[in-house]
């Protein structure tokens, strides 16, 4: 039978298989010896099946069409990056950082701003505008007045995909509204400081429909890129693309260059300016970054 690891605990692994259930597993010696550890999300055949107990041994890893390292998953269709309209605000920094880390793993990203019932509609409107005109698929949620639930839900059929973002922002409580499966256990926002508690601890698919599993991730307060070379961190920004053409230079970083076609379309209101001063401050973090390594 070939499954899905959905779940790795102590050296156990819980494969699941459609129609038929979640089995215990343990992997075989051969990866132990290959070096080679299963993960999350890793498409799997099994053996040596006690269908009864559902228990059985993993005896091939199937070939991985990628693999993300935080989370540690295997196997994905793409990340819906959830950020809040409001409480805690968005930092857009932030979340294009998260693009720019799915983007370097050719993953489909897909952005979601949750909690709209706390923003005027204008508002929410203005923060999808930015990366609808970026190229991003976004969607408008609240899973408090299930507002735009089912258009983010069309998303995840057939599908798996990683949910990821700050704390508190409302990842868990819109996966419990989309399946039954398990509830994650939601976390009250901190008055004080306006931040959510980490209340996701592990990485763990959930099986919602036959072929179709979403993994809740920690909530990450910052997020480093410091593997990422400044001269390449431009090929991750997908708005900035189609205007490389038209810059004078070949390679222009669009910083301190006469004639670039990008900071043109800046001017014009075609490229996002928050985008824009996210991707300038980046390219400032990495070239530092770059002076302490020489």
Same mark, same amino acid.
């Given at each position: ?25 343990? $992997? ?27 228990? $059985? ?120 509204? #989309? ?34 599993? +979403? +993994? ?66 980046? #390219?400032?973090?990495?070239?530092? +970054? ?5």
């Amino acid at each position: 039978m070939n499954g899905k690891i959905i779940k790795g605990i102590g050296g156990f692994y819980y494969v699941h298989v459609p129609n038929e259930g979640v089995f215990e597993c343990r $992997a075989k010696g051969i990866f132990r010896n290959q070096k080679v550890k299963p993960l999350i999300g890793d498409n799997v055949v099994l053996e040596a099946m006690q269908v009864e107990q559902m228990k $059985a041994n993993i005896a091939k890893i199937l070939p991985r069409h990628n693999e993300l390292v935080r989370p540690c998953v295997s196997n994905i269709d793409q990340v819906i990056v959830v950020f809040s309209v409001n409480r805690p605000k968005p930092n857009l920094n932030l979340l294009d950082r998260f693009l720019i880390s799915i983007e370097k793993e050719d993953i489909k990203a897909v952005v979601c701003f949750n909690k709209i019932d706390i923003l005027s509609r204008d508002e929410s409107e203005q923060l999808k505008d930015i990366y609808k005109k970026a190229g991003y698929r976004v969607h408008l949620t609240s899973a408090k007045e299930k507002v735009g639930l089912s258009e983010l839900l069309e998303e995840l059929y057939e599908r798996t995909s990683v949910f990821a973002g700050p704390s508190g922002v409302g990842k868990s409580s819109l996966l419990n509204v #989309f399946q039954n499966k398990v509830i994650l256990e939601t976390g009250e926002i901190s008055k004080k400081i306006a931040r959510g508690k980490h209340t996701t601890r592990h990485a763990e698919l959930i099986a919602f429909n036959k072929d179709s599993y +979403v +993994v809740d991730t920690p909530g990450f307060s910052s997020l480093y890129l410091d593997q990422i070379d400044k001269e390449e961190l431009k090929d991750y920004f997908i708005d900035f693309k189609p205007y490389y053409p038209s810059c004078r230079f070949h390679g222009c970083n669009h910083i301190d260059e006469p004639d670039c076609a990008v900071k043109e379309a800046v001017r014009n209101h075609e490229i996002s300016l928050s985008r824009y001063e996210s991707y300038k401050l980046l #390219f400032e973090e990495l070239k530092e +970054v770059k002076k302490k390594w020489k």
